[in-house]
């Protein structure tokens, strides 16, 4: 597969994939430049957030804030914004097993499924300022994150895969009005982000992680 290097490369792939023209430059005054330039930075996000990519995963300290959650918990993290956190993938306490194992995709209360170390990933008012933060008991934590990389060049060559097809999916009904490209370009979407995080999860051995999407939807 060639390597993409630009945000434009993507766009021109997903619009070619509903049979649209190519354009020229990011900043293009077209229908399509405008409706690229504006869902972009929403489909990343959402990519990104759709599995733990290993070329967008890292690893931080993270610094207690001052101010202390109002009950339930004794400490305050702030979440990393540089590069901002998308997702966390698991604290310390899993990856030196102090807790059961993180739950991926997991949308109760808690972020462990049996968890004897629980947090909540919240928003608290800091100094007059909404700060992104983890609530734990605890003194110190480390965590392992979902990072939003916005540069192109260190994209895996399946993630931009799946990143155009998600684009292509969220555009096509605004250029083309027809409903049924949207459904085909959202199944082609689907599945490559299964292969792409099948072949993504055989680099190194597994995290100890687990995506119970598809038993909460049979259940529901």
């Not at 998308?86 to 968890?115: C, D, F």
Request: net charge negative; proline share 5%.
């Amino acid at each position: 597969m060639t390597a993409v290097t630009s945000k434009l490369e993507i766009w021109n792939i997903a619009l070619t994939r509903i049979g649209h023209e190519p354009i020229s430059e990011e900043g293009e005054n077209t229908k399509a430049g405008r409706l690229c330039r504006m869902h972009y930075p929403l489909v990343l996000d959402a990519v990104l957030r759709a599995h733990p990519w290993n070329f967008a995963i890292r690893r931080a300290e993270l610094a207690a804030l001052t101010t202390v959650p109002t009950y339930e918990f004794s400490t305050a993290f702030a979440l990393p914004t540089n590069p901002y956190c998308i997702k966390v993938i698991r604290t310390s306490h899993e990856a030196n097993g102090m807790s059961s194992s993180a739950v991926y995709g997991y949308p109760g209360i808690h972020g462990y499924s049996s968890a004897s170390v629980e947090y909540r990933i919240e928003t608290i008012d800091h100094d007059g300022t909404p700060v992104r933060c983890i609530l734990i008991n605890d003194s110190s934590l480390m965590i392992e994150y979902v990072a939003r990389i916005t540069d192109v060049a260190l994209f895996d060559p399946l993630f931009t895969d799946v990143l155009a097809a998600r684009l292509a999916a969220e555009i096509a009904i605004p250029l083309t009005d027809n409903q049924s490209a949207t459904k085909t370009m959202l199944e082609i979407y689907q599945m490559k982000l299964t292969e792409a995080r099948t072949i993504n999860a055989q680099e190194g051995s597994p995290r100890d992680i687990i995506n119970v999407d598809g038993w909460l939807m049979a259940r529901l």
